[in-house]
């Protein structure tokens, strides 16, 4: 069954480390997309990506990188986490082109002491 | 630029009532609109979905929206709500190059 997996599903982290999240799809779509989800906010779009080896810049990028390897793995890396990062990420893929449609993962919860 | 409002935060609800959820967005052009529904602890799941045609478009579980040009909204409706339906629900808006713009969401209780 075509599906959006993230990992890992829950991560406690201290400030200053390395932290990556992971995301596998198997839809074969080309975009995907990274979002980060609190209160007050909604859902904010940190990092996209249109294919393998593309990366994007989404609306609150800063203090992120993504790496798009593959078709099927889009990974979000906070290289010195912070408290402020702490929070519930999404994962999600869609088809190019205008239909838009997305589909989510389970998400990851992340803390930074 | 695009966006989505969700005017209200929380909704409380009686079983068996009937549910209205507003969306007004503001796009220039023909939108492609999005409901999606996040029970507890888990992640977005696709409602409904507005492409430009009919406006009124049936979704899972029951659930149906308008699109309305004119009032530039995209309100979800439910007849009669289950205990199930409790849940945060959110109104989205294609973004061009960057997928999706969502709405704040809306909290829905669902009482005995």
């Known amino acids: 069954e075509a599906a959006v997996t993230q990992s890992p599903r829950n991560k406690v982290a201290v400030t200053g480390g390395k932290v990556t999240l992971s995301c596998n799809q198997t839809?074969?779509?080309?975009?995907m997309y990274w979002y980060r989800q609190d209160t007050g906010h909604g859902l904010r779009l940190i990092h996209y990506?249109?294919?393998?080896?593309?990366?994007e810049k989404g609306d609150i990028p800063d203090g992120y990188k993504a790496s798009r390897p593959s078709q099927e793995n889009f990974s979000l890396i906070l290289e010195l986490a912070t408290p402020s990062q702490t929070s519930v990420y999404f994962c999600a893929s869609g088809d190019a082109g205008t239909t838009a449609e997305q589909f989510f993962g389970p998400g990851t919860r992340l803390t930074v002491l | 630029a695009q966006s989505v409002t969700q005017p209200d935060a929380r909704v409380t609800v009686s079983e068996g009532a009937s549910l209205q959820l507003r969306c007004k967005y503001s796009y220039f052009g023909t939108p492609y609109l999005f409901w999606y529904v996040q029970y507890p602890r888990q992640g977005l799941q696709l409602l409904l979905k507005?492409?430009?045609?009919?406006?009124v478009v049936q979704g899972v579980n029951g659930f149906e929206a308008e699109f309305s040009k004119s009032n530039s909204s995209f309100h979800l409706r439910k007849a009669s709500v289950h205990w199930s339906d409790w849940a945060v629900y959110f109104c989205?808006?294609?973004?061009?190059?960057?997928?999706?713009?969502f709405g704040l969401g809306t909290r829905v209780s669902v009482f005995p």
């Open positions: 507005y492409y430009p045609g009919d406006p």
């Open positions: 839809n074969n779509h080309n975009n």
């Open positions: 990506s249109y294919g393998a080896g593309s990366t």
């Open positions: 989205a808006v294609n973004n061009y190059a960057q997928g999706l713009t």
